[in-house]
Structure formats: structure tokens, C-alpha cells
């Protein structure tokens, strides 16, 4: 089975990273927390910047959300590496290829997907569209494809930290190492606690209402972005 | 859904598998914490390795940010409580004045490693002040900025790593509008400034 790391780590760190989620402008203009530590460094700063890559993705529930929703029936290890590498390809290429590139995308909007893919993975675990449409699609391309996605919410996060050119290439890759590492950790905990959950006899006929909650949770996720895109 | 989605038995971990693996993420997680959260976030590091991977640098940086912008708050709350008394950062009195007598001030200020330093000039709406700074050795950050009662924060123009800088400060507003400037590298370095223009005074508020 899925050896350590997890659902305790996930519980022992979340109270201090809770504290702690990202920078806010303080008065004057100095700017606190992770956003802050950012702005006062310069050049190449691996090891500091695969924690803050690790950090986001244990903090990013929306992330988390749409993990849970992908390996929510899947019990092989083998089938869950596959669909987590399928993400990981997906959120590491537009991650990179929008930072270094500098591509400006609307963070509300992509947060409203990243919300769609929640929503869109509940849905197709509870069987929707078999049973609406008679079609099932490919869940390893809407896993990469999503994973795009993904990947761009987690550029614009790291586009409004304002990282120096110097070094980015670098400290990039090591933040896109970062969010790998933080992904198995999350995964990890989420295997455990779910494993103790598929044990017992009830797992399948809460698993219906589980994926119900989730797709609330994505639908909550929509709204809430898509008002902030239009308030903001 | 439904029928194929029903885990198989041997698919499932053990009782004791999981057991195992809660324990094992337990001490990793604790593991974890003291090796790397608790330097990345505040700068503990009971064990040393934090600093050995450069986390409790992230997290020093952090703390003294947090402390700098709780100090500004209080600074700010204060200068709300203070309404008719003049402070370091509270403007001249308003009225159309004729163009001031251009004033020459210099100033040099000495920054330890992670040390910061603020310097500022009164000036009024559009006065102008011809500006040039550099450090000795290593590098500052620096952000060029204003502020007075009712304005919090104005930026000007901001670097990172740099040896000096110059320009024409052409003040936005009434109030006192300068330079802020942050050590960031291994040693002790000098910031000399030299302004030549339309300010009334030359403070450090830092």
C-alpha cells in the first residue's frame, strides 16, 4: 500500500499553514508572508522555492478537490499513478510555459475552471453522463486537460508574486518540484484516510453522496470566482 | 459508476497495512514540521537542518516582515489618534506657495546584513528633487516612494540588488516623499545620498 506521509502531516501542518496563507499588503507597503519573503530575494533560491511549490498545492483546496474527485474509485496503485502523472504533466507544462512566459490570464476565470473541473469529476463519478448523454468520456484526457488548467491557476498565483527575472528558470523548476512533492504528500493522507473509509461496508453507498458533496463544492467554487471576476 | 467501481478485497490495504502507514505518516509529519515547516514559517529550527536547506532564512525574512508591518500599523493608528499634531510624516501647511529656494542635502546611512533604512524629504505638490545614491559594496533593494496623512503609500519607481540609483523626484502630493532601502546581501554596506531640489527638510524616519 501507499507507504507514510499524509494525513497526519496534513493535519500537523495545516493549523501554521492556515495561518499563514499568502502575502498580504501590510501599510506602507510592506508586504508580509510568503509574497514578501519573494520580493526581498534575488538570483536562485531552490530549496526555499520547492517548499513554497509544496506549500500551495498542500494549501490549494481546489487542487485538492479535483484530486480527490479523480481517485475517489481508483484502488490500484498503478491506476492512481498513471491518472496523478497524467495531472501532474498537465498542471507542470502550462505552470512553466505561463510564468516564463509571462502569460496574463484572467486568475478569476481560471479559478471558475478549476472550479468546472471539480464539478465535471463529481459528476462523471456519480455516472452523469452515462446516464444523461450515454457517453463516457476519456477520463485520462479530461485529467490532462483539466491538469492544464490547473497548471495556469498555479502560474497566475506565482505571476502576482512579482519573481525577479534572475534565476526564474531555476527557481520555476524547483517550485513545479515543489508542487509534485506537496501533491504526494496531500495524496498520501487523502489514500489513507480514504482506504479506512472503502473498508467498511457503507463506503459504497456513501460514495453517492460524497461525490454529491463535491460537486456542490465545485459548484460553490464557480460562483465564488466568477463573482469576484465581476466584482473585481 | 455502480457495479465496476466496487472495490475488489485484495485491492483494499490490510488492517494492519493501515495501521502501519497512519503511524509512519504520524512520525513523518512531525518530522517534517520540526525539519522544515516551523523554519520556513517562523524560523525555528531546533535541529538545524532548516538553515542547512535555507529555510529558516525564508522564515527570519518572514517574522521581520510581519514585525515591520505590525509596527507600521501601530504607526499609523497612532498618527490617526494625533489629528493637529505635526508628526515625522504629516505634511507642511497647504497654501499656494511660490517656488521654494532649491535646498542640498547629503546623507549616508549604514545597513548591517537584513537591515532597512527610510529616508525622506517634505516636499509639496510638484516641487522637484534631482536625486543620486549608490552603495559602497554589495547591493540595496530600494523602493522610491511618498506618503502623507491620507495617502498610506505612493510608489515611485522599486529594484532589487542594485548599487545605486538616480533620477528627478517630482513629489505627487503634499508630504514627505523619498527612499526606502533593504540589505539583502552578506555585508555591511553604505547608502550615500545626495538630493538637490524643492524640499523644505531631509528626515530619517527609519
Known sequence: MIVTIGSAAIRGCSFFILLLLSGVAGAHGVTEGDQGYIQEISGTNIIPFMYLGAKHMVTGYDHLLFLIGVIFFLYRLADIGIYVTLFAIGHSSTLILGVYFDIAANAYLIDAIIGLSVAYKALDNMGAYQRWFGVQPNTKIAVLVFGLFHGFGLATKMQEFEISREGLLANLIAFNVGVEIGQLLALSGILIVMSFWRRTASFYSQAYNANTLLLTAGFMLIGYQLVGYWIA | ?206
Do not use: C
Open chain 2, 1 to 206: 459508476m455502480y457495479k465496476d467501481n466496487l472495490p475488489h478485497q485484495n485491492d483494499l490495504p490490510t488492517s494492519r497495512q493501515l495501521a502501519i502507514s497512519t503511524v509512519v505518516a504520524l512520525v513523518t509529519a512531525t518530522v517534517l514540521l520540526v525539519t522544515v515547516v516551523l523554519p520556513a514559517e517562523y524560523g525555528i529550527d531546533p535541529t538545524g537542518v532548516g538553515r542547512a536547506l535555507g529555510l529558516t532564512q525564508m522564515g527570519e525574512i518572514k517574522v521581520q516582515l510581519a514585525e515591520e508591518a505590525k509596527i507600521e500599523t501601530a504607526e499609523i493608528v497612532e498618527l490617526q489618534e494625533q489629528p493637529k499634531e505635526m508628526s515625522l510624516i504629516s505634511p507642511q501647511p497647504v497654501s499656494p506657495q511660490p517656488v521654494q529656494a532649491p535646498a542640498t542635502e547629503s546623507i549616508t546611512v549604514m545597513l548591517a546584513p537584513g537591515e532597512a533604512a527610510e529616508v525622506k524629504l517634505i516636499m509639496n505638490k510638484s516641487a522637484r528633487a534631482t536625486y543620486a545614491w549608490t552603495v559602497d559594496t554589495g547591493h540595496v533593494n530600494f523602493d522610491t516612494h511618498g506618503d502623507n496623512a491620507g495617502i498610506d503609500y505612493h510608489n515611485y519607481s522599486k529594484g532589487k540588488a542594485v548599487s545605486g540609483d538616480e533620477g528627478e523626484l517630482i513629489a505627487a502630493f503634499d508630504g514627505s516623499h523619498g527612499w526606502f532601502w533593504r540589505n539583502r546581501s552578506n555585508e555591511t554596506v553604505n547608502v550615500t545620498l545626495n538630493v538637490s531640489g524643492e524640499f523644505t527638510a531631509m528626515k530619517r524616519v527609519l
